[in-house]
């Protein structure tokens, strides 16, 4: 049997410029990601003012006869296809590599949101919108794939006192997105205004707009292109090779980025890649004792998934990390649900024209992501390395609840005030200095290496199930006119009561190496099901 590798040297790196790098090149998915989400939120309005314009109508807002089924399938297929991207990439990335994936998640987004952007209406059924909705969805699996692929390269590069600051800084890349996509779409509506206006006074119709969100979806595309190189000269994961029982390749891949960490140090080592694992310890270490970190699962790597997450204490632990993220979802839509009245009592919800209409739209989500959304993604990342994990869910799922209990029983005499702004915005600042947060981090660390990846896309997937079933079930649930309101934020409380709840099956993983997270699921009453197959050692004779 071999023995399993000892990643020390790489854990006891303090942050330095190989980890800065790892941030952006892993944060570019979920910057294009963010900017997407928010573009698309615009552009829908926009698509449907340009392609489905009401003759002789007078208001921006009713303007548009877009068929709802066109609208529903827009919002949903980006969803469904990111849910299937997470499940599919999660496996890949275990089964093929974190490498062999991570370029090609990145290439699918670019494809799918260039092809978006050039969209055309056709002479058949299918028409523009058939051809959005497709591209949508291929963009959602990119969108998807990239969550277990990044989280899990930034997990497995970082050191363990930086590990969760550098998943978090690359999960806060989507504030950054959000943020820069608000100045993006406000600073081409301003640039663009002269072609923006009305040829007459007898029409509110500009077929101008037609541009802008082309524009706007192709702006997206770009941070991706020029991530491309940077992902391609990636190197694998050392700990993925030393999991697939390949330690040479483990060592080699192990002392690339040894080389490149000690580099941007200004250190000046030399690394013999033809030695072996022995004389190259200060590199890869390979422990044969069961005290020390990974040993436990290369000793077992004979036990499946079905066999190690059929033991309810390791079950409960992947099923607590999924319904966390469920119930966050379902509960992150409520703060969804209120942003057109948000964006009304702060005067951001109209206009004369469809310029000032889509210009106020930018500003307002500006305003908005500057008030809860962003602050609360950077709060994360200053203090996770301090609080750790499971404290900022806990206290995320605690003060959400008592925010939605509040807005529960005071919605209707808070609609319309100044008190609803700040619930809004405090919910938004602990969505992410909280569970929307911790729930991408933990599942990128708590996992053994064999099934980390997996692991992720099935914890991501079943958030993302909760985000549809909330989108498309409990937008109808709360009443043309908002009248049943109330009951949708009950089942939001109870959600982030169960979020609290499940976090306590979750274990702290501050301060422990991922080989001592992954060795804890193979306890004794597991291997004493499944012992270790019997292995005939061969001496060799010189």
Request: hydrophobic letters at 45%.
């Amino acid at each position: 049997m071999s023995a399993a590798a000892d990643f020390s040297a790489m854990d006891s790196q303090k942050f330095n410029r190989f980890h800065l790098k790892t941030i952006l090149v892993s944060g570019v998915g979920f910057y294009t990601d963010a900017l997407d989400i928010f573009i698309i939120n615009l552009a829908i309005p926009m698509i449907a003012f340009s392609w489905f314009f009401v003759p002789g109508a007078t208001e921006p807002s009713k303007a548009s006869a877009m068929p709802s089924i066109v609208t529903s399938l827009l919002k949903a297929s980006t969803q469904v296809g990111t849910l299937c991207g997470q499940l599919v990439f999660g496996y890949l990335g275990d089964k093929l590599g974190r490498k062999a994936t991570y370029g090609l998640v990145l290439a699918i987004m670019i494809i799918a949101s260039f092809n978006t952007s050039l969209a055309a209406d056709t002479k058949g059924f299918i028409g523009i919108g058939g051809m959005l909705i497709f591209w949508r969805l291929v963009l959602g699996v990119g969108i998807g794939g990239d969550y277990p692929i990044s989280a899990v390269i930034a997990s497995e590069f970082a050191s363990v006192s930086t590990r969760g600051l550098m998943v978090a800084a690359v999960f806060s890349m989507q504030g950054m997105g959000i943020l820069t996509g608000c100045l993006f779409s406000t600073l081409l509506l301003l640039i663009l205004k002269p072609t923006l206006q009305p040829v007459d006074s007898t029409t509110i119709y500009v077929s101008n707009f037609d541009n802008v969100w082309r524009i706007l979806f192709f702006i997206g595309v770009l941070p991706a292109i020029a991530a491309v190189y940077w992902r391609l000269q990636v190197p694998e994961t050392p700990r993925f090779s030393a999991a697939k029982g390949d330690h040479d390749t483990a060592m080699k891949d192990l002392s690339k980025v040894m080389h490149e960490i000690q580099g941007s140090n200004g250190g000046d080592i030399s690394v013999d890649l033809e030695a072996s694992p022995a004389s190259s310890s200060e590199h890869l270490a390979l422990p044969t004792t069961a005290n020390q970190p990974g040993y436990l699962q290369e000793k077992y790597t004979h036990i499946t998934f079905g066999q190690l997450f059929g033991n309810w204490k390791n079950g409960k632990v992947l099923f607590a990390c999924a319904m966390a993220w469920f119930l966050l979802d379902v509960g992150f839509y409520g703060v969804q649900l209120n942003q057109s009245d948000i964006l009304k009592f702060i005067g951001y919800a109209k206009g004369a024209t469809a310029y000032e209409y889509f210009l106020n739209q930018s500003i307002g989500n500006l305003i908005l992501s500057l008030c809860g959304t962003v602050p609360g993604y950077f709060f994360t990342v200053a203090l996770i390395e301090k609080m750790g994990r499971i404290k900022i869910q806990l206290m995320g799922f605690g003060i959400l609840t008592a925010i939605f209990v509040v807005l529960t029983i005071f919605y209707h005499q808070m609609k319309g005030t100044i008190w609803l702004v700040i619930a809004f915005t405090a919910a938004n600042f602990f969505f992410n200095f909280g569970p929307n947060t911790t729930t991408f981090i933990l599942p990128a660390e708590i996992f053994p290496t064999k099934y980390r990846s997996t692991c992720h896309g099935i914890s991501a997937a079943t958030g993302k199930a909760g985000a549809i079933l909330a989108a498309f079930g409990f937008d109808q649930i709360k009443g043309k006119n908002g009248e049943n309101m109330t009951t949708v934020l009950a089942i939001f409380t109870a959600c982030m009561i169960g979020g609290f709840l499940v976090t306590f099956w979750v274990p702290e993983t501050k301060g422990k190496s991922l080989e001592e997270l992954g060795d804890a699921f193979y306890h004794p009453d597991l291997v004493a099901q499944h012992p270790a197959p019997m292995v005939t050692e061969k001496k060799n004779k010189e």
